[in-house]
């Protein structure tokens, strides 16, 4: 790829290829294009292709060097539980390129969630992760970061060195009295590190933006997607999304999503314990998620830093703040 990858992806050579292989893979399972391959959506770290065919509709997803390990995960994930991920049509690991067919609408596009939708996404989610917990090697073989609790300091420790090395104009870049503070804060990290490897819930697949525009209905069962944005990390790290959504944008109660969430790890620990974990969880998921963003604006243009940039800085402060926060606007 040459350039900044929501430049390239704009360009007609880029198109021009992607359509070429689109064409060919869906001849290669037994489908033909009908129709205009519609670019949807361009941003730093994906964009994504609709292509009408004789067998419905198919998506297409590129996505950026940082985040190019999603479809040999999707793929990995499909196969270890094709009741929970859909299997995908067709993967290009080499440019994390993937073609997926079309469920039609999600559940959140469907309607506005209902608290039992929301119940039912975290149970989903959870249920996967149970499922999971023990396929680390296959997961990390098909590029899934590992981004478990005890990797997370020297995370921690590099991320204030990458952002404190960024331009003074770029919107993530950590100043002198910043990085202090930042540096002060280890100790915040190493204790919610050492609190979440002595308990008893796993390391496992963190989904990464857990909610309902990531699930489809598939007859009586849901199924996820998007996996650009996940990780091997401590299980609560995949509460972040759904606390932030739930506590902002809607006026379901929180702990009854929790509540669902903790029944799946009933025979493990009790949901008083499971609770007191969202503390040191959410420590290590703002600088899991830091990390996150600072690869996917890499590929960035002027305008996209102005939209996206301070995530990285965002998030690497949230690490240190109380959870749960006091305003549920400044939560994850």
Known sequence: MDGLFSHWVATDAWRDEATAWIRDELAAVGRQVT????????????????????????????????????????????????????????????????????????????????????????????????????????????????????????????????????PGDHPSHLA?????????????????????????LPVTLQHGDLHPRNVFAVGNSLRTFDFGDAQWAHALEMLAVPYGYVTRLTTHPWPDVLSAYAQVWSDVIDSADLEALMTPAMVTHGVNRSFTWLGSIVGAQPHELAEWGDSPLYYLKLALQPFPPADPESGP
């Open 35 to 166: 129709g205009e391959v519609d670019q949807r959506r361009i941003r730093p770290w994906s964009t994504q292709l609709v292509v009408p065919t004789d067998r419905g509709t198919v998506w297409f997803k590129a996505n950026c060097p940082a985040l190019a390990f999603e479809p040999a995960v999707h793929r990995a994930l499909s196969s270890l539980e094709p009741d929970e991920v859909d299997e995908p049509l067709a993967v290009d690991d080499a440019r994390g390129w993937m073609m997926t067919a079309d469920r039609g609408a999600t559940l959140g596009d469907s309607r506005d969630a209902t608290l039992e939708d929301w119940q039912a996404v975290v149970r989903l989610a959870a249920t996967l992760q149970r499922r999971v917990a023990e396929e680390g090697p296959t997961l990390w073989r098909a590029g899934l970061p590992d981004c478990s609790p005890q990797t997370v300091p020297a995370r921690y420790r590099w991320l204030i060195e990458q952002l404190a090395a960024l």
């Open 176 to 200: 002198d009295d910043g990085r202090t503070e930042l540096e002060e804060g280890i100790s915040v990290v190493e204790e919610a590190v050492e609190t979440l490897c002595a308990a008893s």
